[in-house]
């Protein structure tokens, strides 16, 4: 019994032991693990972090927002900058600078300049957006802050990068039309309440000309640009391509002989194409039904089938003919 207790515990023990180093040596793995995929981000940080002296990269910085305002059409002149920092960040070397801009002008050029900063290829942060309307309609004031982390002094594993390296998002994109129904609503605006329109008296038609039935406005330059939904309420926005202007109908509104229907949410296929729509405005006339998908001018109006409409629209004689 002796001699097999001599011999069983120190195997034991050395079980004992061997498990605790498994278990130290899958800590270290998984650690070592964690620690490579921290270097790569760090190192994927480190070259969107502009590096350098503060004052030199605020500079940069300085030169780099004027020629964004610049790109996006906007008036230098009407842009103001007030220097960040640095305020040092942590208890390492890294510092936070940039600048409070204040300016004004177009409502479409403005959040096209938030849009290239917010998705410049640099480290960082643009906060404190503040628009104020102004008597000018599509016309706000804006002020923010565009900021960003130096190194400094800049490690020997971090790669030296500068302002001049900054890539600027392309404004021709899906993510930037995302924005464009701020600028179609002129959401910034204060509200005024559309007068309502009046319709001159026109003089009846002389027998002896022949009646022109055609509509006196042109449908081609009208197009719709929003159909949204506010508070419960469906809104149908119509743009004058030729001066610019929205106009905001609803349901139940006149249009020259059409009717504006209601607006329908279903997602249908667009005619003559393999693509679909996820909505429409549907209008009647004497003729019919007829639906114009956003996008798309007045001119472009395709006719649909009663047994196309909303069930809501569908007539009471037309369920009844087919309920079966």
Known sequence: MLVQGAILKPAQELKRQKAQLVLKLNKMKKEQEQYKIAEKEVTAAGKMIINGNSDQVNGEMGEFLNEVIQKVELNPRAFTRSPVGPNRVGKGG???????????????????????????????????????????????????????????????????????????????????????????????????????????????????????????????????????????????????????????????????????????????????????SDSRVILQNAEGYWAVEPGSTLAQLHQMKVEDLPSDLKPKEFIENNDN
């Open 94 to 276: 890294a510092k936070e600078i940039g600048w409070t801009v204040q300016g004004e002008g177009s409502l479409e050029k403005i959040i096209d300049l938030l849009y290239l900063l917010e998705n410049s290829q640099a480290f960082h942060k643009l906060d404190g957006i503040k628009f104020t309307p102004v008597n000018q309609p599509g016309w706000v004031k804006v002020a923010f802050r565009y900021l960003t982390i130096v190194l400094d002094p800049v490690p020997d594993a971090v790669k030296k990068s500068g302002v001049t390296n900054i890539m600027v998002a392309d404004l021709a994109t899906p993510e930037r039309q995302l924005y464009q129904g701020i600028v179609a609503r002129d959401i910034f605006r204060p509200y005024v309440k559309r007068p309502e329109e009046v319709k001159p008296q026109e003089p009846p038609p002389s027998q002896d000309q022949p009646h022109n039935d055609q509509p006196s406005f042109n449908p081609g330059i009208w197009k719709v640009v929003s159909l949204s939904e506010w508070a419960g309420k469906v809104e149908i926005h119509l743009m004058n391509t030729e001066d610019g202007s929205v106009h905001l109908y609803t349901p139940g509104d006149k249009i020259e002989g059409w009717t504006l229907l209601a607006v329908d949410y279903r997602r249908m296929p667009l005619p003559n194409s393999i693509l679909y």
